[in-house]
């Protein structure tokens, strides 16, 4: 079955940079598409970034626009996001999630995703 693990997530100060890693196994999908979303405390889940499989679509939110940056590595079969000037609004929860893809724009619905990580804790403070 399709797992998908989640790693690098822990504390940084405002300002600061994390790399989290999404590495995906198990699944048998010619073309997909991967996002991260991420849910704070008391709100709902929101979209991040994703990608598709062959690299050349991608979608950020307008809130990491400039600050993240979503990239993969099929041979490794594993999804980064590298995250840059980190705020505390970033504090949260952060899930990778994994769909089919037909080559077009990258879902950006946490609804449309049909496997999911368990989840790495993301927190910015001083």
């Known amino acids: 079955q399709v797992q998908l693990v989640e790693s690098g997530g822990g504390l940084v100060q405002p300002g600061g940079s994390l790399r989290l890693s999404c590495a995906a196994s198990?699944?048998?999908?010619?073309?997909?598409?991967i996002a991260w979303f991420r849910q704070a405390p008391g709100k709902e889940r929101e979209g991040v970034c994703g990608?598709?499989?062959?690299?050349?679509?991608?979608y950020y939110a307008d809130s990491v626009k400039g600050r993240f940056t979503i990239s993969i590595d099929n041979a490794k079969n594993t999804v980064y996001l590298q995250m840059n000037s980190l705020k505390p609004e970033d504090t949260a929860v952060y899930y990778c999630?994994?769909?089919?893809?037909?080559?077009?724009?990258?879902?950006?619905?946490?609804?449309?995703?049909?496997?999911w990580g368990q989840g790495t804790q993301v927190t910015v403070s001083s």
């Open positions: 990608i598709g499989s062959t690299g050349g679509s991608t």
């Open positions: 198990g699944f048998t999908l010619d073309y997909y598409a």
């Open positions: 999630a994994m769909r089919d893809w037909e080559l077009l724009d990258v879902p950006t619905d946490p609804y449309d995703y049909d496997y």
